[in-house]
């Protein structure tokens, strides 16, 4: 077992949003949040699907691709922050499913974070989008000097901002009942070259996406293929289970498995135009049929990111 490599706690780009108090939605202006800015979130989450399609993909030796295993950081600061905390940390999702939090990082990454839950049975998988400016409670949490930060009312960027991955992972959990097994931090400043080793252009599902990457010839070409795989390890952090390249392989094999028609991509519903608060009943229905590994339809909080039969319509693309 290779020594996990210590990450250096680094705030996000942006400025931490204020913390707020949520008001009360106003009649007849309860919408969903998706309906209106759903074309960004895809766009923003379209180079972390390549990038992973790219590793599902790859065929080179497994001899060398254990050697850039080191270049991925493994996040033992979140894992041990945790690990105090378990006690107050949600029960597991029945069964084999697994729900894994996709964090973006740099100056291009998105203003949401993802959550991804892989059914026991693999033959459905949900990515839910949930705005930074969400306002949460935040639970007591460790700051990057080590000082106890208190509980508080504020977004899950600010949470991020002050406590790190393990701050927002436990205020995710308190506000969806949905425990985290997985944690992933993408960095989107150096996403940018797997889109353009590839053409550049944007496949609308992810078997076009798959389909795109193989015909490009970058999967053949050891001289294309190993610095791409350079860059794609060089740009992740994760957990201590997710930490080389066998095991993100193997969870990306799993996820292509998926049935296209049973991928689900959707936005957390929310009751105002700037995203911060809850549409509750909405949301815990949502959460609910996640906690309890049940397959989500569209009707359950927004559009599949493909639907029934393979059509085109409501894909990252739309």
């Not at 209106?36 to 180079?47: C, D, G, I």
């Not at 291009?108 to 930074?132: E, I, N, Q, W």
């Not at 992810?206 to 350079?230: E, F, H, M, Q, Y």
Request: aromatic content about 4%.
């Amino acid at each position: 077992m290779r020594v996990p490599r210590q990450p250096a706690y680094h705030a996000p780009d942006r400025a931490a949003e204020p913390e707020s108090t949520p008001q009360a939605p106003r009649a007849g202006r309860r919408r969903r949040w998706w309906r209106r800015s759903w074309r960004r979130v895809r766009m923003r989450w379209f180079a972390a699907a390549l990038a992973l399609v790219v590793l599902g993909s790859a065929t080179a030796g497994w001899c060398y691709l254990r050697g850039l295993d080191g270049n991925i950081v493994t996040d033992v600061t979140t894992a041990d922050e945790l690990e105090r905390h378990r006690a107050e940390r949600p029960a597991r999702t029945p069964g084999e499913a697994k729900n894994i939090l996709v964090i973006g990082a740099g100056e291009r990454s998105p203003d949401t974070v993802l959550l991804f839950h892989l059914a026991g049975d693999r033959r459905s998988a949900t990515a839910l989008a949930l705005p930074r400016a969400l306002a949460v409670d935040v639970p007591r949490c460790t700051g990057a000097d080590g000082a106890r930060l208190a509980a508080r009312r504020a977004t899950l960027d600010a949470a991020h901002a002050s406590g790190g991955a393990a701050c927002l992972i436990r205020a995710l959990e308190g506000l969806t009942g949905i425990r985290v097994d997985h944690h992933l931090i993408v960095d989107y400043g150096v996403l940018g070259q797997i889109a353009d080793a590839v053409g550049g252009v944007e496949p609308c599902t992810l078997d076009a996406l798959a389909r795109k990457v193989a015909s490009s010839g970058v999967l053949l070409n050891p001289a294309k293929l190993l610095p791409l795989l350079d860059a794609l390890t060089s740009s992740i952090t994760s957990d201590t289970e997710l930490n080389s390249l066998r095991e993100l392989y193997d969870l990306m094999r799993e996820i292509r498995a998926v049935p296209r028609d049973e991928l689900r991509f959707l936005t957390v519903p929310t009751e105002r135009g700037d995203q911060k608060d809850l549409a509750e009943a909405d949301a815990d229905a949502l959460f609910t049929l996640l906690r309890e590994d049940r397959p989500v339809s569209k009707e359950d909080g927004g559009p599949p990111l493909v639907t029934s039969g393979g059509a085109a319509a409501n894909t990252m693309c739309e």
